[in-house]
């Protein structure tokens, strides 16, 4: 999407066919918003992340019941950093964030560092609302789609009103539960809503773009029937 709601089904496609990278925040707000089941029904055995964001969600998971009853019961390829990677991760980690805002912590961002190491490298979809990781993976790619060095394949990100309506467009909610989800996960706003899907004034916006996706998949079902 890379920050406006599209009306063809093009912008979903890696979304809703290809394994998917999640930063922590979204799994995490989504699964206390009670969208967990949902989300797992729409990313069928699809959902990937790295070991720092398993990690930091299987600690959040020990006080965030919804949380934990989600990793305990959707499987998740977990990918494992080789130590040979180590020095690269750092260097986006460091790359991104300033250097006070990591000096005390060897593990702030690190998760979302990992997640574009693979993305960089082995060419993943990654949805997350981290705004410096968002910013990274479209300044490598260049006005013809194409990374702008050799050396990294092109990052697609994904917004969190991307994942949602990528369940809209799977079947598994409709538009206004899917609206609902976005309300409760973005807590607090400011922090979570992407800029013009503001709460509460988005909120005709959201279901607009959330219906096309369900007009698409109600046509689909249509014609798989019809075929039948």
């Not at 998971?61 to 130590?83: S, T």
């Not at 809503?193 to 219906?211: H, M, N, Q, V, Y």
């Amino acid at each position: 999407m890379q920050g406006e709601i599209a009306s063809p089904d093009a912008y979903l496609h890696r979304l809703r066919t290809e394994d998917v990278l999640f930063d922590s925040m979204i799994i995490r707000h989504l699964s206390v918003a009670g969208a967990g089941p949902d989300l797992a029904a729409a990313f069928r055995d699809r959902i990937a992340w790295p070991e720092a964001v398993e990690a930091e969600l299987r600690k959040q998971g020990e006080y965030v019941p919804e949380l934990q009853r989600f990793l305990d019961n959707v499987p998740v390829d977990v990918l494992e950093v080789d130590a040979d990677d180590e020095e690269e991760v750092e260097d986006i980690r460091r790359d991104m964030w300033a250097k006070g805002e990591l000096q005390d912590n060897d593990y702030k961002h690190l998760g979302e560092a990992q997640c574009l190491l693979f993305g960089e490298r082995d060419g993943y979809a990654f949805a997350t609302n981290d705004k410096r990781a968002r910013e990274r993976a479209r300044a490598a790619i260049g006005p013809d789609g194409k990374p702008r060095t050799a050396a990294i394949k092109p990052v697609v990100v994904f917004h969190v009103i991307d994942v949602l309506m990528a369940m809209v467009r799977s079947g598994v909610c409709d538009p206004a539960t899917a609206w609902e989800y976005y309300v409760d996960a973005s807590q607090p706003p400011e922090k979570f809503a992407l800029p013009g899907f503001e709460i509460p004034g988005s909120k005709d916006r959201f279901i607009r773009a959330a219906t096309a996706q369900q007009d698409m998949w109600r046509a689909e079902q249509a014609s798989e029937a019809e075929a039948s």
